[in-house]
Each structure stands twice: as C-alpha cells, then as structure tokens.
C-alpha cells in the first residue's frame, strides 16, 4: 500500500 | 504507525472481543443489535478483500483476519447458537436506508473507479453509520447493559483515536484522504450522545437509562 492513502490503516 | 493509530486499533479491537465475550459468557445477545453486527460484517468484507491483493504488514493482515473472524463469530452467535435470545422486537430499524445510499455515494465521491475503491469507499461509508441500528436500539429500550456500554465507548473511540491519529500523519507525512476523514468525523459525531450519557452514568457505576 501507498503510505499516502489510507489502505495502509484498518 | 503512532500511538493514536495504534491505541484506535487496539480499541477496536477490544470492543469486537468485548462483545463476542460477553454474548458467550451471558449465552445471550439481549440488547445487542443483530443489524449492525450485519452491517460491520459487510463493512470488514468489502474492506479487507484487499487480504488477496495487497500486503501492508504483517500487523496489519493479522487484523484484518481477527476482525473478519470475531465479526462473522458474532453473527453466528447471534443469529444460530443464542437466536432465541436476540431481541428482534426492538431491532427494528431499516438498514436498507443505509446500505443504499452508503453505496450510491460511494459511486459519486471516491477517488478512482475501480471494483476495489468502490468497495473500500463503500466500506467507509457504511461503517460511518453501521452503529445507528444499535443506536437506535438502546434508545428504544431506554437502557443499555453496563458491559454493552463499555462496548460502545470502546467503538466509538476507536475512530476519535483515528482521528488524531489523521492529524497527526497530516503534519508528519503530508496524508490527507478526504473521504475517509470526513466519514469519520461522522461517525464518532454519532457517538457524542452516547459518551456524555457513558461519562455521567456508567463510569459514576450507574446503569445507562435514557430519561
């Protein structure tokens, strides 16, 4: 996932 | 990853298993809302099919396999191995009124059209009002179970917590995702009701009635 949007979070 | 992300997570985390302990310690889901346990299911569905695609870490596909799990765990509890106790009477409102609009907007105001944002945007959406059903049950029977409380302020806060959490990576890595900060502004807006009643009645050892 890019860092810079939110699929990096639950 | 910071301490608010992470405090939000471990928040979520706690109320899914909250419930899920309490369902089977009580054999019962009196007061708990089998709509909005529906509609989480469908929120961790359409938000974790990325599971198959895409791996963050490996923190991250550890939750999302234990949220998925203790939500499809919950409904079966519900809605199989404790049905008779689910108080189906006061459940009553529409969740098609969420489910359908969730997905329109979900069409209009994303950020690329593809079947996986859709789908995580939908998810967004959804989550953003999925505790309505729940909601609108404890206003209905005018009172909520201590544990059940507990469990609510643990979900509520968990998207408080992600909101610091969003302005904090504001300021140290630039992330700004619209769409998933205004969803979640909503969503613990929905909540501010229920965490002054929690803060003025559960936490001073009463039980939570609505006057």
Redesign the interface.
């Known amino acids: 996932g890019n860092p810079k949007d939110g699929k990096d979070e639950l | 990853m910071n301490i608010f992300?992470l405090s939000g997570?471990l928040s979520?985390l706690l109320a899914i298993l909250l419930l899920l302990v309490k369902i089977w310690k009580t054999r019962s889901c009196a007061g708990i809302s089998g709509k909005s346990q529906i509609l989480f299911a469908i929120v961790y569905t359409t938000r974790y099919l990325?599971l198959f695609t895409?791996f963050?870490?490996v923190y991250?596909s550890f939750?999302?396999v234990v949220?998925l799990t203790a939500s499809y765990g919950t409904l079966y509890l519900m809605f199989f191995k404790f049905k008779p106790t689910y108080d189906h009477n006061h459940d009553s409102f529409r969740i098609l009124y969420l489910i359908i609009p969730s997905l329109v907007l979900s069409f209009i105001i994303v950020?690329v059209y593809t079947v996986m944002e859709i789908l995580?945007t939908y998810s967004i959406y959804l989550e953003a009002v999925a505790i309505m059903p729940q909601l609108f049950m404890v206003s209905r029977t005018g009172e909520a179970e201590t544990i059940t409380s507990h469990y609510l302020f643990a979900l509520g806060s968990y998207r408080a917590l992600?909101i610091l959490?969003w302005i904090y990576r504001y300021y140290t890595?630039?992330?700004l995702?619209m769409?998933?900060i205004i969803a979640g502004i909503v969503q613990t807006i929905l909540y501010c009701d229920f965490f002054y009643l929690y803060i003025t009645k559960v936490l001073k050892g009463k039980r939570l009635s609505l006057p």
Do not use: A, G, P, T
Request: glycine share 0%; aromatic share 20%; hydrophobic share 35%.
């Open positions: 992300r997570d979520h990325d895409s963050v870490s991250n939750m999302k949220f950020h995580w992600y959490n890595e630039d992330f995702d769409i998933v």
